[in-house]
């Protein structure tokens, strides 16, 4: 058999000699290469795809939105009280969609090394108070009791604002959502020790479902859900965390998670106080 | 507003009108290059992404026949976009999708 048939035959019977074992391996081995040169393409190429189509399908959200509103704030005319509450289904149904497809653009952009930081100096305790006045509602609506703190002498931080602010509402959004009513959540902002120290330590925490040990790495990776299933209790992308670790490690943090089933869990990242120029 | 996208201009167009102002609509570089003189509008919103090419191309010319407000609009949010619309001789640079409730009081921004 010729050199070219065996490699061409992988499973064929080929001379057991060494050399004609390693000439198969060899070959295999080129093949491997060359299909995972495609794969990563391939790879590359949806991670651009989910980038191109959520920026594209905002643009036809925002009609939504915007006609909804238009008609919400009465420049068309006055709409009855039950016309109201059709138009503001629609900014909210809007809105939810403008979201996610927002989440899935950054976890794309993300995933393909598109996301740039723009850091600017600010206190965190005012992210923190940002955020939380955001969650006001459902933390009412679901009886839960809220503590927001932040260390006094806590410096002010050299960060992208935007997305810390992004990082926090993500964990404080999962905590209030696995929180059964009347549960606990809190949010404190603090200077980190030991391998943390020169960083700022943030943690959110709650009372709720907690995370058993075998899931806590699974909960960063993208699309991954404890309950995948269409008919699991908790909707989404599956993207937020994976989101938040990116963003944090974007700043040379780190994001990780405490936390047991049925005894609640507690979500810390750390950011550096100050960034390289 | 130089925009070829009706579910653009449809909504800011309205929002618009009901804040008191003139709204007109070229949908191309050549529809936007045949406005007469006469016609030019106190702020321009220009859309990069025009079918018949790169809208920063028509800045030069609107400019030279009496359009003195021109705002680029773009889906992209980088420094290099923005620089290029700034050196083009645009006013401002608004991302897409615009967020229309903060158009009306930005339109009376630039024309102060």
Redesign the interface.
Known sequence: MSRVESVTKPHAMVGNTPEARLALLEAQLKEAIVEIAELRARDALKTQFLANISHDLRTPLTAVITHGEILRDGILGDLSPRQMESVRGIISGGRQLLNQVGEILTYARGAANQLTLVPSRFAVRDVLDQVTALNAPLVKKKRLTIAVEADADLPEIMADREKIAHVVANLLGNAIEFTPAGGRVWVRASRGAKEDAGSMVVEVGDTGVGIAAEHHDLIFREFAQVDATPSRPHHGTGLGLTIARKLVELHGGRIWVESQLGTGSRFQFAVPFEQPD | MVED?E??T???R??LE?ADYRVSIAGSIAEALGIPHTDAPSVALLDLTLPDGDGLVLVAPLLASGWNRVVALT?HD?ANTRDRCLAAGCIDVLL???P??ELVSRVAGWLQ
Do not use: E, H, N, Y
């Open positions: 996208s579910l653009v449809d909504a800011l309205v929002l009901s889906g980088d897409k999708p615009v229309a409730r």
